[in-house]
């Protein structure tokens, strides 16, 4: 990326972060759902996040590994991670473009990520450099054939499943993966898909869910139900890749 497009990055993230969270709304619940899959599928120690945010996740990782190198272009939203003085994670602001990691990891985290970035191929080629040897890469990213966008279609909302509504243009989404489109980009990036599956039941939007007010015991149970449903129709995907 040329310093103008990187320049014009940096300016857009900034607009972003004004009012991008986090810890409000839905997003809070499925941050937990998130994290379980990742304990489920991760047991290495060196950790690279990508896309960090202001260090929700970071502060799950944390917990739980030894140690979480967690990197993200928006200085407000670093600024707001450090804020958590976590022992055992650096927080970086940078553009992955611009990245240059002294050490490898043996696994790497975009959790929310790739949908974000002007060019995703890019950033899975450049984590695959970054990943020690047998390390393990771990995606997560919006469904678009998520069973809330097809009901979303179906009631006239979306005009089709990848369309970008307002909170996605909002939160500066530029596209919505499928399985499909997902796994050409992994592959592109000279990627192995290791295993694939979906993230929580999810039959109406994240602002729908907030409205609603379950109990968290009702939340729980939509995701446990949800991995015996294909994960083409689940809200989430998620994806192990290998070198």
């Given at each position: 990326m040329k310093t103008q497009g990187k320049e014009a990055e940096k300016k857009r993230l900034a607009d972003i972060a004004k009012h991008f969270s986090m810890r409000e709304g839905f997003e809070v619940r499925l941050e937990k759902y998130r994290f379980a899959i990742i304990r489920e599928h991760i047991r290495n120690d060196r950790i690279l996040e990508v896309g960090c945010a202001e260090g929700v996740m970071t502060e799950n990782?944390?917990?739980?590994?030894?140690?979480?190198?967690?990197?993200?272009?928006?200085?407000?939203?670093?600024?707001?991670?450090?804020?958590?003085?976590?022992?055992?994670?650096?927080?970086?602001?940078?553009?992955?473009?611009?990245?240059?990691?002294?050490?490898?990891?043996?696994?790497i985290v975009l959790v929310n990520i790739l949908e974000?970035?002007?060019?995703?191929?890019?950033?899975?080629?450049?984590?695959?450099r970054w990943l020690a040897k047998k390390g393990t890469i771990f995606i997560i990213c919006p469904n678009a054939q998520s069973l809330h966008r097809r009901i979303g279609v179906m009631a006239g909302m979306l005009k089709h499943l990848h369309e970008l509504n307002e909170r996605d243009r909002r939160i500066g989404h530029r596209r919505v993966y499928d399985a499909k489109s997902l796994k050409k980009d992994i592959r592109a990036a000279k990627l192995k898909?290791?295993?694939?599956?979906?993230?929580?039941?999810?039959?109406?939007?994240?602002?729908?869910?907030?409205?609603?007010?379950?109990d968290e015991k009702i939340l729980d149970a939509m995701f446990r139900i949800g991995k015996d449903f294909p994960p083409e129709l689940l809200a989430e995907l998620y994806v192990q890749c290998t070198a």
């Open positions: 990782l944390a917990k739980h590994f030894k140690h979480i190198t967690a990197i993200d272009g928006s200085q407000k939203l670093i600024a707001d991670a450090k804020k958590l003085r976590l022992r055992n994670a650096d927080f970086i602001c940078t553009l992955f473009e611009e990245f240059k990691p002294r050490e490898k990891f043996n696994s974000h970035v002007q060019h995703p191929v890019r950033l899975l080629s450049m984590s695959r898909v290791k295993s694939m599956g979906g993230i929580f039941l999810k039959p109406l939007s994240n602002s729908q869910l907030d409205g609603l007010g379950l």
